[in-house]
């Protein structure tokens, strides 16, 4: 046995046992995975890291690049010119110096949409999960089908409403698709179901809370976790809506960065260079979210794991 | 428990007034610190009148000034006057018919599907900008005004291309731009491998021949443009893929002058003296980057753009255009692309759109700029880039030839855009060798005859 020490030296305990001691940052011997399993995982997540990172890698590299460099030079490492300067003159020229604009605009549209649509999603999943009312099960049953219908099967008939409401080319025609949503109402309620205690409520009302003070102050804290995660994803959905602002929008001062970038590209052979740096930028602030608030995802996406 | 629900409906109602009120505030907000960012002038004042038009085009009082609603997808990029300043001269000059230009960002066929959708919802504008082959589609599906007496006023400002808004005697706009197949080459290579411009399909194989021979490629068969880039051609050396007798469509995509199309190509990629890339991949470019595609058949219209990646290289300047390489003994080209700008179902002022239609389109060196070559007759003079890229060669008056030879027997139907896609499938399996050019063409003629029956029109059969 003392022979076989590859892996860890043989210690003595103060009263003179010998024991082999785990290895450092790791669980006992007994339940620690083998080394093989470890080289395994970390190649393994080493690889999903580069799936998700290269591409990003790519379009910093493919941003400097002029539109002869783009064709010849290696994807990942800079052409002959970094052409950065001329990229962003080329992509406020053919934006009409809107690209900011359109940056702002997708920010806006994404954090009011993501704001409103997460309250609205929690109250009426929580209303949906804590109290017995008639046509409750059918409620919820419409909103599973919401789920599955497509976006885009969705978007015409939707303009033809908002088009006898008279508010398409307005923030409304973006805001009010995209407030609406029937993943964050059903995880809303999952989460309620799971992690609001029928109990606390029911001691809330005996203290005299109303309804509304129940839910402000103390269902919305129990379901933060679920709220970031709809948050999210609410805020994903919005900033990668195409379809619903190209049959709605046509002002160029309400356009999303999204749609704004696809006009450029919607021509033969366009800038590819500008973009590109078109593509970077606009991704930024979701990147830049993403790292703010993943921890609180994390969080949330565990909520009621253990519960059921 | 009733009382309950009240407060739960109230509670909602509160969440929602909250983030209504809140969104309102913000976009009041928004704009005006944007607004000193804006350096471009023309953009602002356009916005301004755009709801106000949307909402009450119907009690415009008469007397006043017109409103115009204009759809286009015009590039505007770098460099080029944009639609909105263009569009601005007009209305400074004509107070009583005030156009407002919007551009649409997406594909040709995204902006078609709009068009349906707000012609059903009885707000489309005026005037949109269509691609020829679309516009027979659009005719049967009742999209568009007939405007047949209007635009014969301004026949007289353009050319051949006047007929491509017209399916059978009814008129529905005016061409803006077209684009004859002409012939992109680079002088300099030619000139060091020692072959001319070829003038016809023997003098074409045998420079492909001898340029192959060197590593260099004088053209590329593309698969994904063939819809285009082939009929054209087709078009070009003498046929008529449809016409309409006793009411009936005539559909012949296969005939004489088709197969001398399919014979000069498929010698060509027989004799693998050409290159198959996409036109439309990033090999294409490539290709032209690195000096092995020395030349191709292309829409007038890309020389706008097709020398860009070349710029700062060792091939900048060396390229010039020329028309089209006569097939099957004909000195005609061929329609790849171009569009006009159509009066849409329901506009009000269908005369005064067409005044300013007239107007718009027969401003041709801003047209130039925008990358078009324009379908009015008036010269364009040659944009400064397109002048530097090709050496100094006058390149919209070569342009202006090749629309003077191009076919004026050549018109799509409704549906072609599905027969295109049918002719592409099948133009990949002939560049990769496991089909053959001709086959491209019967499919054209299945996909053709499909097509109209799907549409219910009458095909005749022969």
């Keep these: 046995m003392a022979t076989k020490t590859a892996h860890g030296k043989l210690a003595t305990t103060p009263d003179g046992l010998r024991y082999r001691p785990s290895h450092e940052g790791l669980p006992p011997r007994s339940i620690a995975p083998s080394k093989l399993a470890r080289t395994l995982t970390l190649v393994l997540l080493a690889f999903i890291a580069l799936y998700f990172l290269l591409p990003i890698v790519w379009v910093v590299f493919a941003s400097s690049k002029t539109k002869g460099d783009l064709l010849s030079s290696f994807g990942f490492w800079f052409g002959n010119d970094i052409a950065w300067g001329a990229n962003w003159d080329s992509l406020m020229a053919w934006t009409q110096n809107l690209f900011p604009r359109w940056v702002l605009n997708s920010i806006f549209y994404s954090t009011v949409a993501a704001t409103v649509g997460t309250l609205l999603s929690v109250a009426a999943g929580y209303a949906m999960a804590k109290f017995q009312f008639p046509g409750r099960n059918a409620m919820l049953g419409i909103v599973m089908t919401g789920l599955l219908m497509p976006v885009a099967l969705l978007t015409v008939p939707m303009y033809l409403l908002f088009s006898q409401l008279g508010i398409t080319n307005t923030i409304w025609a973006i805001l009010i698709p995209c407030i609406v949503s029937p993943f964050g109402v059903f995880l809303g309620n999952v989460y309620a179901a799971s992690s609001v205690p029928t109990e606390l409520l029911e001691a809330a009302r005996i203290d005299g809370a109303g309804e509304a003070r129940i839910f402000f102050t103390m269902v919305l804290r129990l379901l933060a976790p679920a709220m970031v995660t709809i948050f999210l994803f609410i805020f994903v959905a919005t900033w990668n809506n195409f379809l619903l602002p190209l049959m709605m929008i046509s002002s160029a001062e309400l356009k999303p960065v999204t749609l704004g970038l696809y006009g450029m590209m919607s021509y033969f052979d366009p800038n590819r260079g500008a973009v590109m740096l078109g593509a970077l930028l606009g991704v930024l602030p979701l990147i830049a979210l993403f790292l703010f608030l993943q921890r609180f995802w994390q969080a949330g996406l565990a909520a009621g794991s253990v519960k059921g | ?462």
């Excluded at chain 2, 909250?18 to 356009?46: M, R, W």
């Excluded at chain 2, 020395?294 to 390229?319: H, K, M, P, R, S």
């Design chain 2, 1 to 462: 428990m009733t009382f309950k629900r009240y407060m739960k409906a109230g509670a909602m109602l509160a969440v929602a007034a909250l983030g209504l009120t809140a969104c309102g505030g913000d976009t009041a907000t928004t704009p005006s610190p944007e607004a000193p960012a804006d350096t471009t002038t023309a953009p602002a004042p356009v916005d301004e009148t755009t709801p106000a038009e949307e909402t009450t085009p119907a009690d415009e009082p008469a007397g006043e000034a017109v409103q115009i609603d204009y759809l286009h997808r015009l590039p505007d990029g770098e460099g080029m006057v944009p639609v909105s300043e263009i569009v601005q001269r007009w209305n400074d000059e004509n107070p009583n018919i005030q156009v407002t230009a919007t551009k649409f960002d997406g594909e040709a066929q995204e902006m078609i599907t709009k068009l349906e959708t707000d012609v059903n919802a009885n707000n489309a504008p005026c005037l949109a900008q269509l691609g020829y082959a679309e516009v027979p589609d659009m005719f049967v599906k009742g999209l568009v005004e007939d405007v047949t007496e209007e635009a014969r006023k301004y026949e007289g400002d353009f050319g051949g291309a006047f007929g491509q808004m017209a399916v059978g005697d009814t008129i529905v706009g005016l061409p803006q731009d077209s684009g004859p197949l002409v012939y992109l080459y680079n002088a300099t290579e030619f000139e060091n491998l020692g072959i001319e411009v070829p003038t016809d399909s023997a003098s074409f194989i045998e420079a492909a021949k001898t340029a192959a021979a060197e590593g260099k490629y004088i053209a590329s068969f593309t698969p994904d443009e063939a819809t285009y880039w082939l009929s054209g051609q087709a078009a070009g050396a003498g046929a008529t893929w449809y016409s309409a007798e006793n009411d009936q469509w005539v559909v012949n995509t296969t005939g004489e002058e088709t197969q001398a199309v399919a014979a000069l190509w498929q010698e060509l990629l027989d004799a693998e003296a050409v290159a198959t890339h996409d036109r439309w991949g990033d090999a294409y470019g490539a290709a032209m980057v690195d000096g092995t595609l020395i030349g191709n058949i292309a829409a007038a219209w890309e020389t706008g753009f097709a020398l860009d990646g070349l710029d700062g290289t060792e091939y900048e300047g060396q390229w010039r255009v020329a028309q089209m390489p006569a097939i099957n003994g004909s000195e005609m080209t061929g329609p790849n692309g171009g569009s006009g700008v159509a009066v849409m179902k329901g506009c009000e002022h269908p005369a005064e759109a067409m005044e300013f239609n007239a107007w718009f389109n027969t401003q041709v060196d801003d047209l130039a700029q925008q990358g078009l070559v324009p379908a009015a007759t008036a010269p364009a003079s040659t944009p400064e880039k397109m002048s530097r890229q090709f050496g100094g060669q006058d390149v919209m008056a070569e342009l202006v030839t090749a629309n003077e030879r191009m076919s004026t027997d050549f018109g799509y139907i409704p549906g072609f855009p599905a027969v295109g896609g049918e002719m592409q499938t099948a133009a990949a399996a002939a560049a990769n060798g496991s089909g053959k050019v001709a086959d491209i063409f019967e499919a054209a003629q299945a996909a053709s005859i499909a097509a109209l029956e799907d549409a219910g029109l009458p095909v005749a059969q022969s």
